[in-house]
Nanobody, 123 residues
Framework: EVQLQASGGGLVQAGGSLRLSCTAS????????IAWFRQVPGKGREGVSC????????QNEDSVEGRFIISHDNTKLTVYLQMDSLEPQDTAAYYC????????????????WGQGTQVTVSS
């Protein structure tokens, strides 16, 4: 059974950093893409960053380019989202998602989702 476990959210001041983790079980990363989405109440899920395997190619949404970095540790089946220079508008519940294929910021592309981890950035 494919499962994703997201963690690492919290409360941070503007300009601070957080690192989110998404740990997978029930599959290996080969030929999968892992993506991070975020959602605020009343809005749809917004794609933030994704990484595809086995090539490790990454893609970031424009608003986080230069601030967020997605990386992975295959030995731990974990994908990380390092978030630096956080802004209040980054406040959201962050979700990781997985499926076979290529990077996409369309949420319906992904069948497998972890639970959300809340990121709150205070001004």
């Amino acid at each position: 059974e494919v499962q994703l476990q997201a963690s690492g959210g919290g409360l941070v001041q503007a300009g601070g950093s957080l690192r989110l983790s998404c740990t997978a079980s029930g599959f290996t990363f080969d030929d999968y893409v892992i993506a991070w989405f975020r959602q605020v109440p009343g809005k749809g899920r917004e794609g933030v960053s994704c990484i595809s395997f086995p090539d490790g190619r990454t893609q970031n949404e424009d608003s986080v380019e230069g601030r967020f970095i997605i990386s992975h540790d295959n030995t731990k089946l974990t994908v990380y989202l390092q978030m630096d220079s956080l802004e209040p508008q980054d406040t959201a519940a962050y979700y990781c998602a997985a499926d076979r294929g290529r990077c996409s910021f369309v949420s319906r592309t992904y069948r497998y989702w972890g639970q959300g981890t809340q990121v709150t950035v205070s001004s």
